[in-house]
């Protein structure tokens, strides 16, 4: 399986980082919903290219 890199939003958001090891991409976002007044966390992964 081949994925691109994870895309980093920046409106809305308050904090970000990616970091990247051994073909795993690993993105965690915090934003802030005004409609809702809420302030959420999103964590998400990606692989890029595993072969053994």
Do not use: E
């Amino acid at each position: 399986m081949v994925t691109a890199d994870l895309y980093m939003p920046t409106k809305g958001v308050i904090d970000s980082a990616r970091a990247q090891y051994d073909g795993i991409s690993m993105r965690s976002i915090s934003a802030y919903l005004p409609g809702s007044d809420q302030a959420i966390n999103r964590d998400d992964a990606s692989c890029r290219g595993l072969h053994r």
